[in-house]
């Protein structure tokens, strides 16, 4: 391993290249992630009922719209100021996403609280409670004391009705779901203590 100061005596192009090396290997790195998923066999499930934003029973299978491919963000709820960060992320990259597959949000609120809340804040994407279900036990997003976890799954709707879940992984601080968290490594001081806000102050004016 390098000393410190064999590092500080790198020159700017040296320190480049090995920044570009490392992008490439982390790049790899998730190729072969993305592949070592897909390796996992793929578990079917049952068409769970959920409760839709119009307060009725609504089946996984109807959450497909038609679709045989389905993406289910799993959602703390209103009270988590980082789930609604990523949220608000796939809010603004839904119409990217139901191109390719339908797409619903989850969380284990009632309708009555996660409706006027998603409507504050503007989200564009189908929603949905599990609220009395064991949807987010079964597919993996809650902890064993009970509470859930966020992150995303995908489902498969074989033509003969049968769903099977496909892949999962779960959201945190520095992930590929989230905007924010790939800029903020970019500053000079990094994310610094940053921790996302349900609002923020007025931002300053440039002068």
């Known amino acids: ?24 290997d982390v790049y790899r790195a998730k190729e072969r992630l993305d592949k070592a998923r897909h390796r996992l066999p793929e578990v079917e499930i049952p068409d769970y009922v959920l409760r839709g934003s119009d307060g009725k029973a609504l089946t996984l299978s ?4 038609g679709k045989p491919a389905l993406v289910v963000v799993f959602n703390m709820g209103v009270r988590c100021p980082m789930c609604t960060t990523w949220a608000d ?23 009555k609280v996660q409706r006027p809340f998603a409507k504050k804040r503007g989200w564009r994407f189908a929603m949905a409670s599990t609220a009395g279900s064991t949807f987010y036990k079964d597919t993996g997003f809650e902890s ?26 779960a959201f945190g601080p520095g992930d590929d779901f989230s905007p924010v968290y790939g800029v903020l490594p970019l500053l000079r001081e990094g994310q610094n203590g940053w921790w996302p806000k349900f609002t923020y102050g007025r931002r300053a004016r440039a002068k």
């Open 1 to 24: 391993m390098a000393t410190k100061s064999a590092r500080r005596t790198k020159s700017p192009k040296a320190l480049e290249k090995e920044v570009d090396r490392l992008e490439r």
């Open 62 to 65: 109807k959450a497909f719209g």
């Open 89 to 111: 992320g796939f809010s603004g990259v839904a119409h990217h996403l139901e191109d390719r597959a339908a797409l619903l949000v989850v969380s284990p609120d009632a309708v």
């Open 144 to 169: 064993d004391d009970g509470r859930p976890w966020p992150g995303v799954a995908t489902f498969y709707r074989e033509a003969d009705g049968r769903i099977f879940r496909v892949a999962k992984t």
